[in-house]
Structures are given as structure tokens and as C-alpha cells.
């Protein structure tokens, strides 16, 4: 039985329990000037911890320290192996466990590295971007090593990455170079020469066009699927005139095979070539995608419809990176120079763009 007393503590404990937003059922009052705070998942059990009748269980210890390239895997195979969306990037993981973080520390245990020995580490990778993938690759795994009671705090937290100005700006073509790229397109092969006109005319990312197949092909409403996975908005259907479809279905290839026989390095040097051959400079694969962009613009396709050709997730990223103005340049050149060089004899391309399917 439930004495008097005993029932008016159990009422006055129940007046100072709360439901936290985690889930948990907490009892805080503050008593000779001293804050008391106590809580569990159940309220029965709190209510009887406060009362003295039920001892709160300690803690687990910390687990044993693993080293930190087991860390690494620990963390790939349980947060990355599965989300990340194509097999390169799984790759990259591997490599940056098995080069980069292993070569350097070793069989170190987790608990050893400090955060000076970090910054160290990543100030010795050669390459801005992949030194930045590398520290937010190791600052995810002290995070959950942290959340997992694998360590008690987190040295990650420490490390700074300093990116480097770039001095020169890439950009895309200008209009005597589209000319000029055009032209001399014909002295190279069928493969070459579709990859690059796909690539101005879609203004895709060089391994978007890689993944292109002629199932992607809409012919009855005139739409080519690009299959992309860098962004939400990257896979995305694009209207393209007929003659375009024509021109991509002239080429002797099956349905279901990847259009494109050339691998992405081997076209990203085989351009690179062709732009010191005709002397163009401060450019890059992605200025195939600056030029679409930026002939779209001055052919009057509005900003909106643009952002969805590229695939990108911010218009922001769409005018300010990918789109630059040329003084000389108007409507009528682009006009003309789709007419006259685009596809050849395949016909004017239709700026008629990104409808909702």
C-alpha cells in the first residue's frame, strides 16, 4: 500500500516530468540552489529513479580503440557502400582509405591522432579538390567515431582547408572559336565528332554523355533523357529538334548499349588536343557546357528552362559560373551559326526547351 506521503511525492514528481523532443521523459527542479535533472525513456522508470527505488544504469564504457583506417571502413561500408550512386565513387572512397589515409597513419589507433597531426596530413595532399574530399571524407568518420562512444572527442574539428584563388577564370567558346571548333571537327571520327556536338548541343557533363543510350530517346515527343546523378535536378528530359534525333540514330549502335564508345579521360585529352591545336586557351571539358549555356541565352531561352537543360541545382550556379557575355556576340550569330554548322545538314536546333512530363 501507498502511504499518504509517499502518494503526494509521486504527484509532485509527475508535475515536474516533461516530454523532451528526443523521446526521452525528463524531471528537473531545482533544490538548494542546485539544478537536478534526471531522465529515461519510460515514465514509470523515471518516476521511480527520482524515488530512490531504482538505480540508473551506468553508461557502457567506451568500445576497444580500433585502428582508424578500420575506422574508415567501418564507416564506408555502413554509410557509403550503398548510398554513394555509381561505382566511381565508391571507388574514390576505396582509394582515399587505401592511399591516402593508410599510407600516412598506418595501423594507428583512432584515439592517437590529434588534430595538428590531421591538418598535416591533408596540407601534404597534392590537389585542391581531393584534398577537400579527403578531410570531409575523415571529418565524417571521427564524427560518428564520436557518435559511437569510439572516442570521446572529435581532433577533425580542427582541420581547415585554405582554397587557392584561381588566377584565370575558365570560360566557354567564343563565337569564332564555336566556328573554328566546328570546323575542324571534320578531320576527326564519326565517335569524336558526335561526342563533342552532343556535349554543345545537350550541355551535358562529359559522363552524362558517356551514359547516353539510344533507348533515351523519345522520338514522338522529340526528347533525349540524360541520365544524371550529380545533382537532384541532373537526370532530366531535353527537347531537341528532329534532325537531331536523326543525326544521333544515323550512327549503327543498339538500343540498350552506351552510345558513346570513348572513355571519359580519353575524350577529355583528345579535347584538350584539338583546343592547342587551334589555339584556345583558358578552357576546359566544361566549357562545352559554358558555350550551351551561354548561346541559349542569347538565343532567348529564359534562365529557368536553362537551369534545367544543365541540370543544375541553383540558377545562381547557371548565370554566374556558366554563363558569360561576349560584347561582339548577337542573337542573329548564334542564330546562324546553329543554322549553318550545328549538325551540318541536320537541320536548326529548337530552343524549345525542358517541357514537364
Excluded at 26 to 38: A, H, Q, T, V
Aim: some cysteine; aromatic content about 12%; glycine content about 4%.
Amino acid at each position: 500500500m501507498i502511504n499518504v506521503l509517499e502518494k503526494a511525492k509521486i504527484d509532485f514528481i509527475k508535475k515536474h516530468i516533461r516530454l523532451r523532443k528526443d523521446g526521452y521523459y525528463e524531471y528537473r527542479i531545482r533544490e538548494n540552489g542546485k539544478d537536478i535533472s534526471k531522465s529515461d525513456k519510460d515514465f514509470n522508470t523515471l518516476v521511480n529513479i527520482v524515488l530512490g527505488k531504482v538505480k540508473k544504469k551506468k553508461r557502457k564504457p567506451l568500445n576497444k580503440y580500433p585502428t582508424l583506417v578500420e575506422e574508415c571502413w567501418q564507416y564506408y561500408n555502413l554509410y557509403r557502400a550503398k548510398s554513394a550512386k555509381s561505382q566511381s565513387t565508391r571507388d574514390e572512397y576505396k582509394n582515399i582509405i587505401d592511399y591516402h589515409i593508410k599510407n600516412y597513419f598506418g595501423n594507428r589507433t583512432i584515439e592517437k591522432v590529434s588534430g595538428t597531426e590531421l591538418q598535416e596530413f591533408i596540407n601534404q595532399i597534392e590537389g585542391e579538390r581531393i584534398r577537400e574530399k579527403v578531410a570531409k571524407f575523415i571529418t565524417n568518420v571521427f564524427t560518428k567515431a564520436v557518435a559511437l562512444r569510439h572516442i570521446k572527442h572529435n581532433p577533425a574539428l580542427a582541420i581547415e582547408i585554405t582554397k587557392t584563388e584561381h588566377k584565370t577564370k575558365k570560360r566557354g567558346l567564343y563565337y569564332e572559336e564555336q566556328v573554328a571548333l566546328l570546323d575542324a571537327l571534320k578531320n576527326y571520327d564519326s565517335d569524336f565528332q558526335r561526342f563533342v556536338m552532343f556535349s554543345l548541343i545537350i550541355g551535358s557533363r562529359r559522363e552524362e554523355t558517356c551514359e547516353f543510350r539510344l533507348e533515351d530517346i523519345n522520338e514522338k515527343k522529340q526528347l533525349l533523357f540524360i541520365r544524371g546523378t550529380k545533382t537532384y535536378n541532373a537526370p532530366r528530359w531535353v527537347k531537341v529538334s528532329k534532325s537531331m534525333i536523326e543525326y544521333l540514330k544515323s550512327a549503327d549502335k543498339a538500343e540498350d548499349e552506351k552510345y558513346f564508345e570513348i572513355l571519359p579521360n580519353s575524350y577529355y585529352h583528345k579535347l584538350q588536343r584539338l583546343y592547342t591545336k587551334l589555339k584556345i586557351s583558358n578552357v576546359d571539358t566544361h566549357s562545352l557546357r559554358r558555350t550551351c549555356s551561354t548561346n541559349l541565352y542569347y538565343l532567348g531561352v529564359p534562365d529557368k528552362q536553362r537551369q534545367q537543360i544543365l541540370g543544375h541545382a541553383s540558377i545562381v550556379t547557371t548565370n554566374d559560373i556558366y554563363t558569360f557575355l561576349e560584347h561582339d556576340i548577337t542573337k542573329e550569330k548564334i542564330e546562324k551559326l546553329y543554322k549553318s554548322l550545328y549538325y551540318w545538314d541536320y537541320g536548326q536546333f529548337s530552343p524549345n526547351i525542358s517541357p514537364n512530363l
